[in-house]
């Protein structure tokens, strides 16, 4: 069955700091994998996806994430954190299902 | 475009009474989807139809949820009748396609029930 684990519930970092965001899934066969983000009182917005080819990926506001299928990661990543990414960040896998499987979510909180 | 659009918003009502949750998809998308977001269990997908009609719906919690999507361009999502376990937030989605298409989000109904 496929499954997400996002093990990392809470996040505090300082403005300019890089982040990595963890993001560990489970499916039989090469996974969609989605990272969404949600600021409060928002619907998702999505940041980047993967499904096949190059295994660095590249978003939107500066995020880029990593496939790699030998840890089953995809871990998002940003070299310089500004403020206004404090939000709720969501990872997410589907697959042949066409439905999508969200972890519970990673906080990010930002320090000035 | 203006998005996934629902209403209300915000719902407040008693235990047992009806309560409806309304979506408007983007225009020319094909998929809808429901879910439901806890602290407890997290982002859960309810339904998601395709071209108006249901295609999977083994995430509806029990039959007092029912869906319907009466044409391309609105759905409902029913509760009748409302428990307070059902207190949450309800988001409505819609994309092109499935698999790697992008889901687009509507700013979600929080339902609570007192």
């Known amino acids: 069955a496929q499954s997400v684990t996002q093990p990392d519930i809470h996040i505090t970092v300082s403005e300019g700091a890089s982040l990595e965001l963890r993001c560990n899934y489970s499916?039989?066969?090469?996974?969609?994998l989605f990272w969404y983000v949600q600021s409060p009182g928002q619907g998702l917005q999505l940041l980047l996806k993967y499904f096949s080819g190059d295994t660095l990926v590249q978003g939107i506001k500066g995020f880029e994430a990593e496939f790699k299928r030998s840890q089953s990661s995809f871990n998002l990543r940003k070299p310089s954190v500004h403020w206004s990414d404090a939000a709720e960040y969501f990872c997410?896998?589907?697959?042949?299902?066409?439905?999508?499987?969200f972890g519970q979510g990673t906080t990010l909180q930002v320090k000035p | 475009d203006a998005g996934v659009i629902q209403s209300p918003r915000h719902e407040v009502t008693e235990m047992g009474q009806e309560v409806t949750l309304r979506c408007k998809p983007i225009s020319g998308h094909d998929y809808l989807f429901w879910y439901r977001q806890t602290m407890m269990r997290g982002l859960e997908l309810l339904i998601y139809f395709n071209n108006n009609v249901p295609i999977d719906d083994s995430g509806m919690p029990e039959d007092r949820f029912s869906a319907k999507m009466p044409n391309a361009s609105f759905s409902t999502l029913k509760i009748q009748p409302s428990e307070p376990r059902d207190s949450a937030v309800y988001f409505c989605a819609s994309s092109l396609g499935l698999y790697t298409d992008t889901q687009y989000f509507g700013p979600g109904t929080r339902l609570t029930v007192l």
């Open positions: 997410a896998v589907g697959g042949n299902t066409g439905k999508l499987i």
């Open positions: 499916y039989g066969a090469t996974p969609y």
